[in-house]
């Protein structure tokens, strides 16, 4: 992930010309993203299933492959929602069986995804910039921010969103959509 400090000096490499021969390109947009992966300085890009990272020329990191399954009783990913104004407390379980269940307010619900979402849900876990998140990113300041707890691949993750992750962002909001909307 590109700060604006180091956005501006891979910028400032790629204009010099030390990265052309790989074929280096940067767009800035001012900070604002511009798809699933935002500002972004690569070679190569080519289109996936819907909410799967880009793949990266072969120096950069590896294509995403989705995660494996070991069994329908699998929980491949959990994320807890917690905070906020109202207290909320949601909980959103992936499982091997491709179903998904919702918590929210007390009551649960199990739904099941259809195989192009199951897969795209296997692919997010399985990106390989899920590894470099760190562990534990709470700003401070916000009392009333929403925490986000997520237990995937043996580990687990706690953000209030506040850095910028965009491999956890995306599994955040694709697992997100399974909640239910008030």
């Given at each position: 992930?590109?700060?604006?400090?180091?956005?501006?000096?891979?910028?400032?490499?790629?204009?010099?010309?030390?990265?052309?021969?790989?074929?280096?390109?940067?767009?800035?947009?001012?900070?604002?993203?511009?798809?699933?992966?935002?500002?972004?300085?690569?070679?190569?890009?080519?289109?996936?299933?819907?909410?799967?990272?880009?793949?990266?020329?072969?120096?950069?990191?590896?294509?995403?492959?989705?995660?494996?399954?070991?069994?329908?009783?699998?929980?491949?990913?959990?994320?807890?929602?917690?905070?906020?104004?109202?207290?909320?407390?949601?909980?959103?379980?992936?499982?091997?069986?491709?179903?998904?269940?919702?918590?929210?307010?007390?009551?649960?619900?199990?739904?099941?995804?259809?195989?192009?979402?199951?897969?795209?849900?296997?692919?997010?876990?399985?990106?390989?910039?899920?590894?470099?998140?760190?562990?534990?990113?709470?700003?401070?300041?916000?009392?009333?921010?929403f925490q986000y707890t997520l237990r995937f691949g043996g580990r687990?993750?706690?953000?209030?969103?506040?850095?910028?992750?965009?491999?956890?962002?995306?599994?955040?909001?694709?697992?997100?959509?399974?909640?239910?909307?008030?």
């Amino acid at each position: 992930m590109f700060t604006r400090g180091t956005a501006a000096g891979a910028a400032a490499v790629c204009a010099v010309g030390v990265l052309t021969l790989s074929g280096c390109t940067f767009e800035d947009t001012g900070g604002q993203s511009t798809g699933p992966t935002g500002p972004t300085a690569t070679s190569t890009t080519s289109s996936g299933p819907p909410g799967a990272s880009p793949s990266r020329s072969a120096s950069a990191r590896p294509t995403p492959t989705p995660v494996p399954v070991t069994g329908p009783d699998q929980k491949l990913a959990t994320m807890t929602i917690t905070g906020g104004f109202a207290g909320v407390n949601q909980e959103v379980v992936l499982r091997g069986d491709g179903t998904v269940r919702v918590t929210d307010k007390g009551a649960s619900r199990v739904r099941r995804t259809t195989a192009a979402q199951f897969r795209s849900l296997r692919l997010l876990l399985g990106d390989p910039a899920l590894e470099d998140v760190p562990s534990f990113t709470m700003g401070s300041g916000a009392y009333d921010s929403f925490q986000y707890t997520l237990r995937f691949g043996g580990r687990t993750v706690m953000t209030d969103r506040s850095g910028e992750e965009p491999a956890l962002d995306r599994l955040i909001d694709a697992l997100d959509d399974w909640l239910p909307r008030t």
